[in-house]
């Protein structure tokens, strides 16, 4: 079906170059000489969040569920990972020690990747156990890793690049054309990885180990997800917009208005809906994605600064954690 916001090629997008360069390349698309990631809008200071609010004092900076395992993962400012129930996330919450606060979260079907910029360390909390944690060493500030097969793919924001781990060895670097490796996606066959100083995302080829093609991602992306057609589902904070790309190349195939800095995303399977905070207005969207364009089916008021969103695939819930302390909420759409 052909989508009805598709951009066209060259009319305002260009093609990122892929190959390693010795000194940073001038970005013909980038509109200012400073370069500067898009970060979170700042909230209204108070809101009236609708479902559950589960009270906690903590600032929550990164929010990932684990279905499988029925968990839910919140990072901190501090050195330790939170952990609730999915299903009963009003229950006490659990806390595992870490080396360093975590900076980002990613799932694998049985555990957490904390990402732990300070400490330059991948620590992966095995589920339901958490104890059993193991902290691997890296070659930089990692960003959001991800999995593929029995590799680790570790995004390395200071370093531009992208490390391959397997069994705790670095199988490979992997460099290109980009600022800062910030966040690693696979979809089934494919990987890319989003730069946030750029604003793009690129193709990353494993077995050349090489970064690809790329293109722009708005005006500011700062989150991505996949989703099951293995689309890769961008949030476009400075833009208001989100995108969906699909790759090997990486190609831009809609671009939807979303006023209100679209920030946080999450992604239901089950339900083609894409939940993406908007920390303007302290709300947060469902989009039904299964169509030609995005397609607005819920919208609720969040806790202030709705930085973070998950989703519970079997139930169905939205959790929305406030990056404030405002604790976290939980909605039944």
Not at 36 to 58: D, K
Not at 91 to 117: F, H, K, N, Q, W
Request: with cysteine; net charge neutral; proline share 8%.
């Amino acid at each position: 079906m052909l989508l009805r916001r598709l951009i066209a090629a060259g009319a305002g997008l260009a093609l990122l170059a892929g190959c390693a360069q010795k000194a940073e390349p001038r970005d013909e698309l980038q509109a200012t000489d400073t370069v500067t990631a898009a970060v979170a809008a700042t909230s209204p200071a108070t809101s009236a969040p609708v479902g559950t609010v589960v009270p906690l004092a903590e600032k929550i900076t990164a929010m990932v569920a684990v279905p499988q395992a029925r968990t839910i993962a919140l990072a901190t400012p501090d050195p330790a990972l939170l952990l609730l129930s999915l299903d009963n996330p009003a229950a006490p919450a659990r806390e595992v020690t870490l080396p360093g606060p975590a900076t980002a979260l990613s799932a694998t079907t049985d555990s957490v990747l904390a990402s732990i910029g300070s400490a330059k360390q991948i620590v992966t909390v095995p589920l339901p156990d958490p104890a059993a944690l193991n902290a691997q060493p890296v070659h930089g500030a990692p960003g959001t890793a991800a999995t593929s097969g029995d590799r680790t793919l570790v995004p390395l924001t200071d370093t531009k690049a992208v490390d391959v781990l397997r069994r705790g060895v670095t199988e490979k670097r992997i460099t290109g054309s980009v600022f800062s490796a910030d966040q690693v996606l696979t979809t089934g066959q494919n990987v890319v990885v989003l730069d946030r100083l750029r604003t793009a995302l690129f193709d990353i080829d494993l077995a050349d180990g090489t970064v690809g093609a790329g293109q722009r991602a708005g005006a500011g992306a700062t989150n991505a997800t996949t989703d099951r057609y293995g689309r890769v589902l961008v949030t476009d904070t400075r833009g208001g917009a989100l995108l969906a790309f699909t790759t090997n190349p990486v190609m831009l195939r809609q671009r939807y208005p979303v006023p209100g800095a679209p920030y946080g995303i999450a992604y239901d399977p089950k339900r083609d809906l894409a939940w993406v905070t908007l920390t303007e207005r302290n709300e947060v969207v469902g989009y039904n994605v299964a169509g030609g364009e995005p397609r607005e089916t819920h919208r609720f008021a969040t806790v202030v600064q709705p930085n973070s969103v998950s989703v519970d695939p079997d139930s169905g819930r939205v959790l929305v954690a406030s990056a404030t302390g405002g604790g976290v909420q939980v909605m039944q759409p």
